[in-house]
């Protein structure tokens, strides 16, 4: 069976600032204090190979982590945040332009083929969260830890719980319910020759993958606000 741990980066500037987050924007102090402590926490974790994408606020978190896990590590842009609007992009979160592409991206997020601009819609969000899965389950190790980001995640784990089958308006769903802590750890299991999920029966055999942990952020306890 193989276990996939994903760890949301820590905080970054665009979380907590007033400007929104393009690829280069970096951890905020507290997120490099969230990263550290996440680092010891994977340390203690059977960790064959690190996996992370290629945005500043994920290679960062990723490396507190190589710190603390020397083992091989590989970027992509699998693993990236969806791609918004060029007409976003390190503006203000109040910016009036901005603020339409982001009310008419959420009222239309489940519209098939639908797009405000150049951002990723729903359908590439789907095929890329299921590229993850398939790049993941090919993969030679049995133990992966990948940092990533919450909306993608949530993407994934959408596609895990329905299968092929996800539609738009289940993805809201998963959106709005599945809430993603910074360095929240996720993980999944996957096993195509495993005829059952524990406590749940027979498996289908077009579904491999598993939900096992999600959210889990017991280290932030210990990380003072």
Same mark, same amino acid.
């Given at each position: 069976?193989?276990?996939?741990?994903?760890?949301?980066?820590?905080?970054?500037?665009?979380?907590?600032?007033?400007?929104?987050?393009?690829?280069?924007?970096?951890?905020?102090?507290?997120?490099?204090?969230?990263?550290?402590?996440?680092?010891?926490?994977?340390?203690?974790?059977?960790?064959?190979?690190?996996?992370?994408?290629?945005?500043?606020?994920?290679?960062?978190?990723?490396?507190?982590?190589?710190?603390?896990?020397?083992?091989?590590?590989?970027?992509?842009?699998?693993?990236?945040?969806?791609?918004?609007?060029?007409?976003?992009?390190?503006?203000?979160?109040?910016?009036?332009?901005?603020?339409?592409?982001?009310?008419?991206? #959420?009222?239309?997020?489940?519209?098939?083929?639908?797009?405000?601009?150049?951002?990723?819609?729903?359908?590439?969000?789907?095929?890329?969260?299921?590229?993850?899965?398939?790049?993941?389950?090919?993969?030679?190790?049995?133990?992966?830890?990948?940092?990533?980001?919450?909306?993608?995640?949530?993407?994934?784990?959408?596609?895990?719980?329905?299968?092929?089958?996800? #539609?738009?308006?289940?993805?809201?769903?998963?959106?709005?319910?599945?809430?993603?802590?910074?360095?929240?750890?996720?993980?999944?299991?996957?096993?195509?020759? %495993?005829?059952?999920?524990?406590?749940?029966?027979? #498996?289908?055999?077009?579904?491999? =993958? =598993?939900?096992?942990?999600?959210? %889990?952020?017991?280290?932030?306890?210990?990380?003072?606000?």
């Amino acid at each position: 069976m193989k276990k996939v741990y994903f760890v949301r980066h820590g905080e970054s500037e665009g979380n907590s600032g007033p400007i929104r987050q393009t690829a280069a924007t970096g951890l905020t102090e507290k997120g490099r204090s969230q990263a550290a402590f996440v680092a010891e926490r994977c340390a203690k974790l059977p960790i064959e190979i690190i996996l992370s994408s290629t945005m500043a606020r994920a290679k960062e978190t990723a490396d507190f982590i190589l710190r603390k896990v020397p083992k091989p590590i590989e970027y992509s842009d699998l693993f990236v945040e969806r791609r918004r609007p060029s007409e976003v992009l390190g503006k203000p979160k109040d910016n009036p332009i901005a603020c339409r592409a982001e009310e008419e991206i #959420k009222a239309n997020f489940s519209k098939p083929n639908w797009r405000f601009s150049d951002e990723e819609n729903f359908d590439d969000l789907k095929n890329r969260a299921f590229a993850v899965l398939d790049h993941l389950a090919q993969r030679p190790e049995d133990t992966i830890l990948v940092v990533t980001h919450g909306f993608i995640l949530r993407i994934i784990i959408a596609c895990v719980l329905f299968g092929n089958d996800l #539609k738009g308006e289940e993805c809201e769903r998963c959106i709005r319910s599945f809430h993603m802590e910074n360095t929240g750890i996720t993980v999944l299991g996957y096993d195509i020759d %495993d005829e059952a999920v524990p406590g749940f029966g027979d #498996k289908d055999k077009n579904a491999p =993958w =598993w939900l096992w942990v999600w959210n %889990d952020h017991a280290h932030l306890g210990e990380v003072k606000n």
